[in-house]
């Protein structure tokens, strides 16, 4: 008897393969690459259009002061339906499906800082083994700068924060401060040459390199529990950092004490000083990308390790550098760093951009576990997994180009190691905001409705109309009517067809539309002092189209492998199931033709009377406001033709 739910063990497996190809075509575009400019180091300039597209924080928000360990950044975003029809008519029934609105918050501030350990060991040390490059001269400059540059960019950042986010207490520079270098520094210690500098930029290193926090940033609550910058880090090293000054001497006088701390700009400018100093640029981008990523890791209170530096001995560049590159244009403008500010901020939104080159569009809750599988077999096959990992990570961005930047600071964080577990699982964050202002797709509601979106009907009743039910879930979502007010959790969408006399009204009155209708961004305001919102205009928001993602599963010829394959053990593709059919029929049950899914073990233990056994607990718990009307056990209209 053909299952209700779950696909044949042939489709299953078409699907692991489509999976593997895909990845495994990926890859093979990856080896066909000569051009160095493609290797990841050069990756950066890709990813500029759609990340400095994202919103900036406006200079007067109203913040939402009232919890003790944060401070959110709230707004509004508006969403309506594209109106492209075949004939310039409105929609067939006069209902045009109205715009809505999403309230979201954004967490600016940090009750802890993140933990940054250096050290000479790497193993295990995921970011540490990727940066192994820096330390065989794959990059330009000499030496690994990483963790000078990540701290130096963390106070930048951190200072325009302070200059943009109401209420911020000035940024002052503490009396701990870096060592400086003199007559008996010894030879074998690292030193960090800044060149001839004058007092202000001596100052402004020694305290951004100093061991024990060389300046703060601070926010207090309501409650007046004083808080830091999304950056705030602390420093654990096994080795001090030793300044130098000075290019003819072997020591090097300190900076006075009453230095004024260094403003955005001023910080902006000490940096790339010592980019030019050194020829640094690609090194400095990498650092950038890492810098974005700390807050993810205090989010998910994680460490982020790294290795010592491993400057010049005597702390001077190489004399004989004839290939000298300069920070690309954007680095240096204010309105761009504005921009990754707010993304970087936006922890939930930057996952959710990762996360999103593992969503294949086509592929349904019920078998998109055969997908990650597949995806999971070539992934963590012996193939990519080199100790540097550079071959993993180049893979992955060619899947999306445009999040390279993204891919580059999660594989120097480590933060790439949960993001991929997360998919493993299934379980990853959606954000149409984050995804709307750069142009990602990330999940089938962001998908327009098929035209036509009506079939010819089951085989047992060949007259009666149908439609596709990812297609009912996009018509509810855009109705955002009570009970479809929340985005589905999880990216895949629901298989099969629904009879069209067995769905809502208002996927009645909008599936027959000579019309397009899908899900479109329509405007952005920040919850501010004054006014009260304050809608972001051009260019930030202009509306991006959405990429494809690239991969094809044609050849036939590769010799795929089945390691992962468990068509009985299938718990992504029972998870994300129970959860869609639990969206779409929570609040009216399912139709007398859906008996049998109804019945299905992977949808019956649904009927739970204490919230408390819901069978989607924490993230999703938080995510839905604790259960999702009730479950199914709770739902109080019926349609009369439902069980």
Known sequence: MEDAIRPTKQAFKAMYERGFLTWYSLYEITLAETDVSLSPWNTLAQAENPLLSYPPFPPNLHLNRSFSNTILARGKTTWGTTTTATEQSPCDHGLDLPSFEKDFSIQIAADRPVILELSETQ????????????????????????????????????????????????????????????????????????????????????????????????????????????????????????????????????????????????????????????????????????????????????????????????????????????????????????????????????????????????????????????????????????????????????????????????????????????????????????????????????????????????????????????????????????????????????FGWSALGDTNIEVRQHAKCEIWHGLEFESLKWRCQDPMYLETATPFLCRIPLRAKNGQSGNSEVAVTYKNLDYEDDECSEMVTRYIFTWLRDEDGFPLAERDIRKHEWIENLDYSDEDECPITGDARSTLGGNLHGWLGKTVTWRSNSL
């Open 123 to 494: 193993n295990g040390f995921s970011g540490c083994e990727f940066l192994r490059c820096l330390r065989e001269g794959k990059c330009e400059g000499e030496g690994d700068h990483i963790a000078i540059l990540i701290l130096a960019w963390t106070y930048i950042l951190s200072a325009r924060w302070a200059e943009i986010i109401p209420g911020v207490n000035d940024i002052e520079y503490s009396t701990s401060q870096a060592q400086w270098r003199n007559d008996e520094t010894s030879a074998g210690e690292a030193i960090v040459g800044l060149g001839d500098v004058d007092d202000g930029a001596a100052r402004w290193w020694a305290a951004v390199l100093a061991p024990e926090g060389g300046w703060t940033a601070t926010i207090s609550t309501n409650n007046g529990y004083l808080l830091h910058s999304p950056w705030h880090t602390k420093v654990i090293s096994e080795q001090p950092f030793i300044l130098s000054r000075s290019s003819t001497s072997s020591s090097s006088p300190p900076p006075p004490t009453h230095c004024s701390p260094a403003s955005f700009t001023t910080a902006l400018s000490y940096l790339s000083s010592y980019i030019d100093y050194h020829n640094v640029a690609k090194q400095s981008e990498a650092a950038l990308a890492a810098t974005l990523f700390l807050p993810v890791a205090g989010f998910e209170n994680r460490r982020v390790l790294l290795p010592i530096p491993r400057t010049p001995q005597n702390g001077r560049p190489n004399p004989n550098l004839t290939t000298i590159t300069k920070p690309p244009a954007w680095s240096r403008n204010p309105q761009h760093v504005d921009s990754l500010l707010t993304l970087s901020c936006n922890t939930i939104g930057i996952k959710s951009l990762l996360n999103s080159i593992f969503f294949e569009p086509g592929v349904e809750s019920n078998i998109c576990g055969a997908w990650l599988q597949g995806t999971f077999e070539f992934l963590d096959s012996g193939t990519l997994q080199d100790e540097s990992q550079h071959t993993l990570l180049r893979v992955l961005v060619k899947r999306d180009p445009s999040l390279a930047f993204l891919w580059l600071g999660a594989f120097m964080t480590g933060a790439q190691k949960r993001a991929l577990r997360e998919v493993w699982q299934g379980w990853w964050k959606i954000d149409l905001n984050a995804a709307a202002w750069t142009g990602t797709l990330v999940s089938f509601v962001q998908e327009p409705v098929s035209r036509p979106c009506l079939g010819s009907g089951y085989e047992s009743e060949p007259g009666v109309e149908r439609i596709s039910r990812a297609d009912e879930c996009r018509l509810l979502y855009l109705s955002h009517k009570q009970s479809y007010t929340v985005t589905p959790l999880f990216p895949f969408a629901p």
